[in-house]
């Protein structure tokens, strides 16, 4: 089976996740297969630590790159993978089994899904969403206060001194090696139109 690797990256609350399932909507999940870097998160107690003691989980270190790059090898050989869902310690959230099926399309979306080498060049596309800083700020909070559990001054912390000095050095400088970028900092439709006007084309090809 052919596979057409889109790869979807940009800062902290760009919009990376929910651009790969608004993408899934036009689609089957024989057709596309989504695949997120946050569940490839290292476990807690290998998780990268600043002077005062706290995990920074913006660094490229903080994710088992081996384990990424062997399941996005493993489903453009056709094979499925079973991943445990990563919940970012957070005690209300019972992980859940999941189940990645190969597909013509896979969309990797993650921070650092351009920067592993090895992973960018599985991509046959690649994608970076940004938005203005305190629009990723406000989503950041929403986002880790009802996902993850995390106080508005864990947020802002890890914000000021994990964040943002990653996304600056890191991977801001990757939106120039990107082949479309992406800005959401109201809303995306007009580009997921087009996108999946693209890939429904590549679909096609792949069929014939």
């Known amino acids: 089976m052919q596979t057409f690797t889109i790869g979807i990256t940009g800062g902290s609350g760009s ?7 608004d993408m899934a909507d036009h689609f089957t999940s024989d057709e596309i297969c989504l695949v997120s870097m946050d569940h490839y998160y290292k476990p807690l107690d290998q998780q990268p630590r600043d002077n005062n003691g706290i995990e920074n989980f913006d660094l490229p270190k903080s994710i088992d790159y081996d384990a990424l790059k062997a399941d996005i090898l493993k489903l453009k050989q056709g094979q499925i993978v ?3 869902e990563y919940t970012f310690n957070n005690p209300q ?3 859940n089994q999941l189940t990645f099926k190969p597909a013509p399309i896979l969309l990797v979306e993650g921070l650092f899904i351009q ?3 090895e992973i960018e060049k599985e991509l046959d596309l690649k994608i970076f969403i940004e938005a203005k800083d305190h629009i990723k700020l406000g989503r950041r909070i929403r986002r880790d206060k009802e996902e993850r559990g995390y106080d508005l001054d864990d947020v802002l912390y890890r914000y000021e001194h994990h964040t943002m000095p990653v996304y600056d050095e890191l ?3 990757l939106k ?3 082949d479309l970028v992406i800005p959401n900092n ?3 439709k007009a580009a997921i139109d087009v996108l999946t006007g693209f890939v429904k ?3 096609s090809g792949i069929a014939n």
């Open 201 to 203: 084309l590549k679909l």
């Open 93 to 95: 959230a019972k992980p």
């Open 15 to 21: 919009g990376k996740t929910r651009f790969i399932q």
């Open 171 to 173: 991977i801001e400088p």
């Open 82 to 84: 079973v991943k445990e």
């Open 186 to 188: 109201s809303d995306f």
């Open 176 to 178: 120039h090696k990107a």
């Open 115 to 117: 920067y592993f080498e």
